[in-house]
């Protein structure tokens, strides 16, 4: 269907009122640097509409009923005054209707009004029919005082840097829209974008949610929640999880506050989140990410426990990589995952063929490779028959971290050498055989051992574990101490032979 204007904005007279004599207000600011934005992404100039002689008595001019049906897209500039207006509200019912009555008011499943938030106001006071949208916030709150602060140049170098930045993803979200709308070609209709779930999060991180979900939608991935979460438990936890069964990944940005506790629990949205999310990790090798900012620090002792819970349980854990870094080596890191994804499988079982050696992973602590007891490991176990693989230690942060997850993925066997780490390095390399699944291995990993070497201690000496075998070389390598390791690695060659 052809529209004789792409896009009507609404508004509320008062907030086109300049701040500053002399200068524009608000809206017609908004107005003039979206169509310039979007004359560049489209090619062409947008034809954008709004009524620049609305009065204070908000009348709902003829002129405008008439003309609704044939407007592609309407954007809504939420405020205090827009949601007592008469007039502004019965802009959007009446768009809403006609646009149901035409090519509906979703198409491909996103919204042709677009919710700007240009000053804060409660969830239940937006109109009905987009409540539910996410929306755009134009302003930012400040921590210290709670305050919010519309988004512009008048407001200091970084606030117009936010609203020229929150502008342009508008804009992009809007182009694609108008494409979708315009194309004659249905084909790539078909082509659905690979969703990703970006966990909703806390104010004190949600400009690096937002950094985050730019650079996943410039990489043409579909990000979730694409609607607001309900806040009663129920339908939150079953939203979700119809959310994240949609998703190829889950992402979850820990901050220092707690977060908005749901109705009928007393657990935030941000650990619900993750607490669903692990159990898809658990039962459907959802694969999941966790940061926790490196600068991240909490008075609030129900935000500490979550954190510390996300540090140490292997069960909030499962399938996930937990990184302590920089914003910046998260993106890579998110990155590298999924282009990972993206490529060809590689078939585990060509390592395991009848003909194939065995590979074993020796995972150690740098220093430990001079150790003697692990050199005497790795001749006997090559006498065996089998690959011995060690970790790489050169390369940056991520490298290194790539390197030992394909390791994972690839092995037959596992064997932590628990010489020079501490307890909190062992206990970090035990998590990473629970997560395995979520690093992409398609079988269990079940040959898995723990290697205590030289230098002595108490709690090494003390260690024991119900999920891994532990084999006791204090004394020096013994080869009758991994008779028993070998025989289930044969068996594991021999399973894996038959699939």
């Known amino acids: 269907m052809q529209f004789d204007k792409d896009i009507l904005i609404s508004y509320a007279h008062i907030d086109d009122a300049p701040l500053v004599e002399g200068q524009k207000g608000w ?23 709004r009524d620049p002689k609305l009065q204070g008595n908000d009348y709902f001019s003829d002129e405008i009923l008439s003309q609704l049906p044939q407007i592609a897209l309407l954007i809504s500039v939420l405020s205090p005054r827009y949601v007592k207006s008469e007039w502004c509200l019965k802009e959007i019912s009446k768009f809403y209707e006609a646009s149901s009555q035409n090519i509906g008011v979703r198409i491909k499943n ?5 919710k700007i938030i240009k000053t804060p106001i409660k969830r239940d006071e937006h ?16 921590p210290e005082t709670g305050r919010a602060k519309e988004l512009s140049r008048i407001f200091g170098v970084d606030n117009e840097q936010a609203y020229w930045q929150k502008l342009d993803d508008l804009a992009h979200d809007i182009s694609d829209l108008l494409g979708s709308l ?42 979730l929640p694409d609607q607001v979460l309900p806040l009663v438990t129920p339908d939150f936890k079953s939203m979700t999880q119809g959310l994240l069964r949609q998703s190829i990944l889950s992402i979850h940005i820990i901050g220092s506050s707690y977060g908005i506790v749901p109705e009928g629990t007393i657990k935030s949205i941000v650990e619900l989140q993750n607490e669903i999310a692990s159990e898809l990790s658990q039962r459907e090798n959802l694969q999941r990410l966790i940061w926790i900012p490196p600068n991240v620090k909490t008075d609030d002792q129900r935000q500490s426990d979550f954190t510390n819970l996300l540090k140490t349980d292997s069960n909030a854990q499962v399938g996930a990589d937990l990184l302590l870094t920089s914003l910046e080596e998260v993106k890579l890191t998110i990155l590298d995952k999924l282009k990972r ?7 585990q079982n060509s390592f395991t063929r009848a003909d194939a050696p065995a590979r074993i992973y020796i995972i150690c602590d740098q220093p430990d490779l001079e150790n003697a007891s692990l050199k005497l490991l790795g001749d006997y176990l090559f006498q065996q028959g089998c690959e011995v693989i060690l970790p790489v230690f050169e390369g940056d942060e991520t490298q290194v971290r790539v390197e030992h997850q394909e390791n994972l993925k690839a092995c037959t066997g596992v064997i932590i050498c628990y010489g020079s780490g501490n307890e909190l390095w062992l206990r970090s390399k035990l998590r990473d055989l629970i997560k395995v699944a979520g690093y992409g291995r398609t079988t269990s990993l079940q040959t898995k051992a723990v290697y205590l070497v030289e230098p002595s201690g108490i709690q090494k000496e003390r260690f024991r574990s119900h999920e891994v075998m532990v ?12 008779q028993e390791f070998m025989k289930d690695v044969r068996q594991e060659l021999e399973q894996s032979n038959k699939v």
């Not at 934005?37 to 100039?45: E, I, M, T, V």
């Not at 109109?127 to 400040?142: N, S, V």
């Not at 994804?341 to 078939?347: F, H, L, P, T, Y």
């Open 27 to 49: 809206i017609s600011e908004f107005h003039r640097s979206l169509e310039i934005r979007l004359a560049q992404l489209l090619g062409k100039k947008p034809k954008i509409w």
């Open 182 to 223: 315009s194309t004659e070609d249905k084909t790539s209709d078909q082509v659905e974008k690979k969703s990703i779930y970006l966990a909703e999060t806390t104010s004190d991180v949600k400009e690096s949610r937002e950094i985050v979900k730019r650079e996943l939608q410039q990489h043409g991935y579909k990000v």
């Open 471 to 482: 084999v006791n070389g204090l004394q020096g390598f013994k080869e009758e101490s991994f």
């Open 110 to 114: 996103k919204s042709r009004i677009f």
């Open 127 to 142: 109109p009905e029919t987009i409540r539910d949208l996410l929306g755009y916030e134009f302003f930012k709150l400040d």
């Open 341 to 347: 994804k993206d490529e060809k499988k590689v078939d």
